[in-house]
């Protein structure tokens, strides 16, 4: 795979943020904003394309075919979240594979139990740091390309505390991991005392509603981290803005909600691609009728 946009960033220490992506209309959205690194997220394309919770309910055939799909449709490199790996050392070999042939940039991995749970919800239970260094073993071994960052996630802050979380991140390090995440911590001052102590790159998580408090690129930048993410933000624009404009058509009966903006429609058949279909009519029309697709 060629190298992509996120390792030579992580590479030249360039700092980033990346938006999280729950569906296709948000990744043609990103494409028309001109994002260059977008996050595929493990608890919002479950919800998208499911109904489901970041319970590890999704399966890793469903994940990789929602992944693929963002990687097909985005213009960004793309950072996927591969939850627990989806089971044990194999599993995890074939997670890696699956997703470096799809055309991810960087995996990330946890050390949460199979099924897992959303980092930022309680009752999450992980294996031993032991178990999780093999798991981050097999996935830098099966990776094809060193291109393909691995990043390893600890959800030990709110089980083993911020010592804990940090020694567990220390020892994936030393396993091989490109990147570490240490998820969850709940003030400014852990997430500086972290960046601090990982001789490594770090990602932040900016979660609305998460535990950890949110903070703009140049503070992240600032504290320490590598890049950032914001997985839940277009996810909870777009559910806010849906349930305003359905409450309004619900009591109001109207599709053209007043004081809301619409996306124009015209050019969102431009971004999704209508463009390249009547061209195609065109190019193939026989007897002045346009061709049937």
Same mark, same amino acid.
């Given at each position: 795979?060629?190298?992509?946009?996120?390792?030579?960033?992580?590479?030249?220490?360039?700092?980033?943020?990346?938006?999280?992506? &729950?569906?296709?209309?948000?990744?043609?959205?990103?494409?028309?904003?001109?994002?260059?690194?977008?996050?595929?997220?493990?608890?919002?394309?479950?919800?998208?394309?499911?109904?489901?919770? $970041?319970?590890?309910?999704?399966?890793?055939?469903?994940?990789? *075919?929602?992944?693929?799909?963002?990687?097909?449709?985005?213009? /960004?490199?793309?950072?996927?979240?591969?939850?627990? /790996?989806?089971?044990?050392?194999?599993?995890?070999?074939?997670?890696?594979?699956?997703?470096?042939?799809?055309?991810?940039?960087?995996?990330?991995?946890?050390? &949460?139990?199979?099924?897992?749970?959303?980092?930022?919800?309680?009752f999450k239970r992980l294996i031993s740091t032991d178990d999780m260094v093999e798991k981050i073993r097999v996935a830098c071994a099966a990776r094809r390309s060193?291109?393909?960052?691995?990043?390893?996630?600890? *959800?030990?802050?709110?089980?083993?505390?911020?010592?804990?979380?940090?020694?567990?991140? *220390?020892?994936?390090?030393?396993?091989?991991? *490109?990147?570490?995440?240490?998820?969850?911590?709940?003030?400014?001052?852990?997430?500086?005392?972290?960046?601090?102590?990982? $001789?490594?790159?770090?990602?932040?998580?900016?979660?609305?509603?998460?535990?950890?408090?949110?903070?703009?690129?140049?503070?992240?930048?600032?504290?320490?981290?590598?890049? /950032?993410?914001?997985?839940?933000?277009?996810?909870?624009?777009?559910?806010?803005?849906?349930? &305003?404009?359905?409450?309004?058509?619900?009591?109001?009966?109207?599709?053209?909600?007043? /004081?809301?903006?619409?996306?124009?429609?015209?050019?969102?058949?431009?971004?999704?691609?209508?463009?390249?279909?009547?061209?195609?009519?065109?190019?193939?029309?026989?007897?002045?009728?346009?061709?049937?697709?």
């Amino acid at each position: 795979m060629p190298r992509s946009i996120v390792a030579e960033k992580i590479e030249r220490r360039e700092f980033f943020v990346a938006p999280g992506i &729950q569906d296709m209309i948000t990744a043609v959205i990103a494409n028309h904003v001109g994002v260059e690194i977008v996050y595929g997220s493990g608890y919002w394309l479950t919800a998208s394309a499911y109904g489901l919770p $970041d319970a590890g309910i999704a399966t890793f055939t469903q994940m990789l *075919d929602r992944m693929a799909t963002l990687v097909r449709t985005s213009n /960004g490199a793309v950072i996927a979240d591969a939850d627990t /790996g989806y089971g044990g050392l194999l599993n995890v070999h074939h997670t890696v594979r699956g997703y470096e042939e799809a055309g991810v940039a960087a995996i990330q991995l946890e050390d &949460q139990e199979f099924p897992k749970k959303c980092g930022h919800t309680p009752f999450k239970r992980l294996i031993s740091t032991d178990d999780m260094v093999e798991k981050i073993r097999v996935a830098c071994a099966a990776r094809r390309s060193p291109d393909l960052l691995v990043i390893a996630r600890t *959800d030990a802050r709110q089980s083993e505390g911020l010592e804990g979380a940090l020694a567990r991140a *220390d020892a994936y390090r030393a396993a091989g991991a *490109d990147i570490l995440f240490v998820e969850a911590l709940t003030s400014e001052d852990e997430m500086r005392a972290a960046c601090a102590h990982v $001789d490594a790159p770090m990602m932040a998580n900016m979660s609305n509603g998460g535990l950890t408090p949110m903070r703009t690129a140049g503070e992240m930048e600032d504290i320490g981290y590598a890049f /950032g993410i914001f997985p839940s933000m277009t996810s909870l624009v777009a559910a806010a803005a849906m349930e &305003q404009a359905l409450r309004r058509m619900k009591a109001e009966g109207t599709g053209e909600p007043s /004081g809301m903006p619409l996306f124009d429609f015209k050019a969102f058949c431009s971004l999704i691609g209508f463009e390249d279909v009547w061209a195609f009519e065109r190019q193939w029309a026989r007897d002045g009728e346009p061709a049937r697709v």
